[in-house]
């Protein structure tokens, strides 16, 4: 019962932060909420649950379709690859976590990855890490996994950067679902005790260390920006 708790907490912090950023991407206005009236080009007309889940995705942003009038009614537009990269350069910088200090020095943790691969802190000194927390059953973490596959595919053929996510799930559930759902990182089975020492609670959480072993980038929760100033962090690190 402690477990199904503890994990129902987990589950409610991820969808807290990932409703917060569905209104980072809409325009400034105290009308959007259940009663908008939200169309798109074609005049058809969406539920709250269906326009909220494709703002979820980044791909979508809203437009009064009066502006500057006491309108309540929202035009949803879809966002080429410009126009979504345009919109995340200009949201804020998602919050520091309080799970760790910007330039803090890291002790690293000793693991293996679910092919056997060795994450030893001797191997991994002087190394960009790449660090995320996560669950299966998160579903703000599966959400964001498609963008950090394309942000750590970025850096396939740079060996002194690492990518690694620390699941609380066990290897055989991890097996399966990396089956239809590629993760590009090292994952690292039942990582509970590694994130409690890092005292994490909620997930994901995403944290980039220098090759000094020093914290310069840390954010918890959903962020449609995250692997933008993940990726940031890490060309301003190289």
Known sequence: ??????????????????????????????????????????G???????????????????????????????????LDE??????????????ETTYFTT???????????IEGFKLRPKELAGKTLVINFWFIDCPPCRQ???????????????????????????????KKFVKENPFAYHIVEYGRHIADDYGIRTYPTNVVVDKQGVVRFHATGFGLNTPYWIKKTIDEVK
């Open 44 to 78: 058809n007309r969406y539920a709250y649950a269906d326009w909220q889940k494709l703002m979820r995705t980044g791909n979508y942003t809203l437009k009064s379709i009066k502006p500057g009038n006491d309108s309540t009614a929202y035009l949803l537009v879809k």
């Open 103 to 113: 330039g803090q020095k890291l002790d690293l943790f000793s693991a293996n990855d």
């Open 1 to 42: 019962m402690k477990k199904i708790l503890v994990l129902f907490t987990f589950i409610i912090s991820c969808h807290l932060f990932s409703n917060a950023q569905v209104q980072t991407i809409v325009q400034k206005s105290h009308h959007i909420g259940e009663t908008s009236v939200v169309q798109d080009s074609s």
């Open 82 to 95: 410009a126009a979504k990269t345009k919109l995340i350069q200009i949201m804020p910088k998602p919050a």
């Open 144 to 174: 964001e996994i498609p963008e950090l596959n394309k942000m750590a595919l970025s850096y396939a053929n740079d060996p002194n950067i690492i990518f690694i996510a620390v699941a609380l799930d066990y290897k055989s559930d991890l």
